[in-house]
């Protein structure tokens, strides 16, 4: 029974494999038909503006006065992201920068505070601990202390 299983976990991964490979041809025969759809349809748009040309320049004509309108949008939008941009500069120079500066002030405290904690206190009280062992251990060596 042991030995079924890995059989069937093979099978069943085939069966996975072939089924993504299958799903991916199909993906791929749709992408083609659309391109094809779409170039059939530009091919038919343009032989149709071809024939007629007062239709063209009017279609052109409105096609420019969109496009014009586009680029009034496009510029409108850009201006509104400068000003953007200057209002990000002006937080981070007034507001962010004196935050980290005391950040780094804080830190270079605490970096003195527990330097000097660890020279006058961590490192005496470490030293009388070992000397009080020593001392414990020299009493006990010569019995005077169990």
Same mark, same amino acid.
């Given at each position: #029974?042991?030995?079924? +299983? !890995? ?23 749709? @992408?083609?038909?659309?391109? @094809? ?15 007629? !040309? ?12 969109? #496009? ?25 120079? +007034?507001?962010?920068? !004196? @935050? %980290? ?8 405290? $605490? ?5 000097? %904690?660890?020279?006058? %206190?961590?490192? !005496?009280?470490?030293?009388? +601990?070992?000397?009080?062992?020593? %001392?414990?251990? @020299?009493?006990?060596?010569?019995? $005077? #202390?169990?």
């Amino acid at each position: #029974m042991a030995e079924q +299983n !890995p059989e069937a976990a093979a099978l069943q991964e085939q069966a996975l494999t072939q089924a993504r490979l299958r799903r991916q041809r199909w993906i791929l025969a749709g @992408i083609i038909v659309g391109v @094809i759809v779409v170039v059939a349809v530009v091919a038919w748009v343009v032989y149709r503006l071809l024939q007629n !040309p007062g239709t063209t320049a009017n279609i052109r004509d409105i096609f420019i006065i969109f #496009m014009a309108f586009e680029s009034l949008i496009i510029g409108v939008a850009l201006v509104i992201l400068v000003i953007q941009i200057a209002s990000l500069i002006n937080l981070l120079q +007034n507001e962010v920068k !004196p @935050i %980290l500066a005391a950040t780094n002030e804080t830190v270079n405290t $605490l970096r003195g505070t527990t330097e000097f %904690l660890s020279e006058n %206190l961590v490192e !005496p009280v470490i030293k009388l +601990n070992s000397t009080v062992a020593g %001392l414990r251990r @020299i009493l006990e060596v010569f019995g $005077l #202390m169990k």
